[in-house]
């Protein structure tokens, strides 16, 4: 059962545009949601993070909207560059505990 | 700044052999996470260390152990392998289990 869905499956965006992906969880124990970007054949990297006690969290050019009532949260990226062409997966964690990943997002920025 | 390290970075075998994977934490982290990723999926965990003790297991086969040893590298133990054993292997380390964790950037296990 996949803990942490994740939409879309890609996306496609012209350079400078915004990337919005989206993930949804239903375990109201996750308490760390982390976004990992991975490059083929490259282990995943951490972009940004959040803590349910905080709606929104920014880092540059990436933002993570919070919305802990509706159990969801997202990553927009701005001002879209033809280098973030990655997937992009977000993730749940509670605790110390493992982390559960969403099915990723293969994000295409076209120049 | 010292990343985690993992061997080999490509690794061969045939449908029944067995294989060793090793992952080199970060300097002074005591936890190890093995991640298994299959094409075009997202990591899956399989078992972790903490403190050179099992903590969390996860979807991890039967034919399949692990360890930390007392420098806290790990190493993944896989035997009998099968075709769909083939997959890229993370290990991500944190300190103080709970912080953020820091991922190797794979062996990629190709059982032919």
């Known amino acids: 059962q996949q803990q942490v869905k994740q939409s879309p499956q890609s996306l496609i965006v012209q350079k400078g545009g915004i990337s919005i992906i989206n993930c949804a969880y239903e375990n109201t124990a996750f308490d760390y949601f982390p976004w990992y970007q991975q490059f083929p054949g490259k282990g995943p990297a951490l972009l940004i993070a959040?803590?349910?006690?905080?709606s929104e969290k920014k880092e540059g050019r990436f933002t993570i909207s919070f919305n802990k009532s509706a159990k969801q949260f997202s990553l927009h990226i701005m001002d879209s560059q033809p280098g973030d062409s990655a997937t992009y997966f977000c993730?749940?964690?509670?605790?110390?505990?493992?982390?559960?990943f969403g099915t990723g997002t293969r994000l295409t920025v076209i120049p | 700044a010292a990343g985690v390290i993992q061997s080999p970075r490509h690794l061969i075998k045939e449908k029944r052999e067995t294989a060793t994977l090793k992952c080199y934490p970060i300097p002074r982290h005591d936890t190890v996470y093995w991640y298994q990723q299959g094409p075009g999926q997202d990591p899956q965990f399989l078992i972790s260390?903490?403190?050179?003790?099992?903590?969390d297991k996860g979807s991890i086969p039967d034919r399949f152990s692990a360890q930390q040893f007392s420098d806290y590298h790990s190493e993944l133990n896989m035997s009998s392998l099968e075709l769909g054993d083939s997959a890229l292997y993370f290990c991500?380390?944190?300190?103080?289990?709970?912080?953020?964790?820091?991922f190797g950037p794979g062996t990629r296990l190709t059982v032919l």
């Open positions: 993730a749940a964690r509670r605790g110390a505990n493992n982390l559960f």
């Open positions: 991500a380390s944190t300190h103080l289990a709970g912080n953020e964790q820091f």
């Open positions: 260390f903490y403190e050179k003790m099992q903590s």
């Open positions: 959040i803590r349910p006690d905080v």
